[in-house]
């Protein structure tokens, strides 16, 4: 939790205590503890800002400072059962902050710092089939990560400007719309515009896809990882798959009810594809504008990743854009298309075994499609490909979202059984692993085999010696 927070907690404490417990006469001047809270909750409000997780705290501070001038006085005796009732309130207004906290992400660990900026761009050539408005044209919001020099004492970036987009991704979840409304107090490690890094003359650029319903910031730990290693990551969040996605000028296009279904998803996914396309057009263009990453980006060497849906359209993008070198679609089926032309790049799977998927809930249908046509196009691959299967995680591990409740993920189900942070380190140590390899041709051992330090992990290549870089 945030300084003030906990600091308006152990205030409601002695607040509570202050009314509650008996006190001389000469020592009822100590009832006056109970306004404590309220210029605590002033503050935390006006610096940290308010959330809906310490809404029981706040109508405890207000029940507390409406009890004292009574209570003060003696007039208000105390009660067994109001005692009680008061303990239960101040545990809940402790304990909802406490397991839904304002989160942090983990320190990257490369070198680079990192640097963010984020894209409106609208491809004038291309209609958006989601619209039914012939004259509406695909908008789409980028947000780029970049390793920049350090700047220590800049604010860090929101992980999501404006939380609230993000309820119908809550309620697909099955959790209250403003579940995540907080999300814009949380930070990253990133700063808004942070000067390049000097170190190399251009970075590798890799793109990343959402899920269904997702938004293109939810896998900000691993885009952080990546970029703290040397790379480009772009975002693109995609409108009317996203949970909302917030232009510029106000407009919110929230998901199309559409994508609930499974025939409309299929049919909608080589229109995200080119969404793909589209980026890559425009970070061409921004490479030779005058905007702070001009000349710093390597376009000679994209990768793409994406989870669940994203993973699909990543498949489906490395099918039709020759310019993406090197493919790593996380934990989903890939299109039927995809599987009967296959793919030319090298590829990395990264998902689950079967019996984990089946344990998690997933039908027979969703596990036998997402493994064999992963297997198909696998088994057909004439370069490089590895499958890198993690059991005891479940489909929300291979995002932020362990991150949002740590203390209730696993106890609810939330979570897979693996260590959350094995969970969250494994993926991000191959998917870096597997870029080092095709887009920078490093030495990468952990490639060449079953490691020892991922016992774990089932893996499988069909790999071929590490060389220079595709292309």
Same mark, same amino acid.
């Given at each position: 939790m945030r300084p003030l927070e906990v600091a308006l907690l152990v205030a409601l404490a002695v607040a509570f205590a202050a009314v509650a417990a008996p006190l001389p006469d000469r020592a009822r001047h100590l009832r006056a503890a109970a306004l404590l809270p309220i210029p605590v909750l002033v503050a935390q409000v006006l610096v940290e800002g308010a959330r809906w997780q310490l809404i029981p705290a706040y109508v405890l501070c207000g029940l507390l400072a409406a009890a004292w001038p009574a209570r003060a006085a003696g007039r208000l005796p105390a009660a067994r059962t109001a005692g009680a009732l008061g303990v239960l309130a101040l545990a809940v207004a402790i304990a909802l902050p406490a397991v839904v906290p304002v989160f942090g992400f983990p320190r990257p660990s490369g070198p680079h710092a990192i640097g963010t900026q984020t894209y409106h761009w609208v491809d004038p050539e291309r209609p958006d089939v989601f619209t039914a408005d012939p004259d509406d044209r695909r908008e789409l919001v980028v947000q780029v990560w970049y390793p920049a020099e350090d700047v220590p004492d800049a604010p860090r970036a929101p992980y999501v400007e404006d939380g609230d987009a993000l309820a119908p991704l809550a309620r697909l979840m099955g959790l209250p719309g403003g579940a995540f409304g907080h999300f814009d107090q949380v930070r990253t490690n990133a700063v808004v515009g942070a000067p390049v890094a000097r170190e190399d003359a251009r970075y590798p650029v890799l793109l990343f896809s959402h899920g269904r319903g997702g938004y293109r910031? %939810?896998?900000? $730990?691993?885009? @952080? @990882?990546?970029?703290? %290693? &040397?790379?480009?990551? $772009? *975002?693109? /969040? %995609?409108? %009317? $798959?996203? *949970?909302?996605?917030? +232009? =510029? /000028? &106000?407009?919110?296009?929230?998901?199309? =009810?559409?994508?609930? /279904?499974?025939? +409309?998803? /299929? &049919?909608?996914? =080589? +229109?995200l594809a080119q969404d793909v396309s589209t980026a890559l057009d425009r970070l061409a263009a921004l490479d030779r504008s005058h905007d702070p990453l001009a000349g710093r980006l390597d376009l000679d060497h994209v990768g793409m990743f994406g989870v669940s849906l994203g993973g699909a359209v990543t498949g489906e993008a490395c099918k039709i854009e020759p310019r993406v070198r090197a493919c790593l679609p996380i934990d989903v089926f890939l299109p039927a298309d995809v599987v009967e032309a296959g793919l030319r790049q090298p590829v990395m799977w990264i998902t689950r075994d079967e019996a984990t998927m089946r344990r998690e809930g997933w039908s027979e249908s969703d596990v036998v499609e997402t493994h064999s046509t992963m297997r198909a196009v696998y088994e057909r691959l004439t370069g490089p490909g590895y499958i890198v299967q993690v059991p005891g995680m479940w489909h929300v591990d291979f995002s932020d979202f362990p991150l949002f409740a740590p203390w209730l993920t696993t106890p609810l189900g939330l979570g897979g059984p693996l260590d959350p942070e094995r969970a969250r380190t494994i993926p991000d140590t191959y998917a870096r692993a597997f870029f080092d390899r095709h887009l920078k041709g490093l030495p990468t051992p952990l490639l060449d085999g079953p490691s020892p330090d991922y016992p774990e992990v089932l893996f499988e290549s069909r790999a071929l010696p590490a060389g220079p870089p595709v292309g």
């Open positions: 910031q %939810h896998n900000t $730990a691993q885009v @952080e @990882e990546l970029v703290s %290693h &040397g790379y480009v990551v $772009a *975002a693109i /969040d %995609h409108p %009317h $798959a996203s *949970a909302g996605v917030v +232009f =510029p /000028d &106000g407009r919110q296009v929230p998901m199309d =009810p559409r994508m609930y /279904d499974r025939t +409309f998803i /299929d &049919g909608v996914i =080589p +229109f």
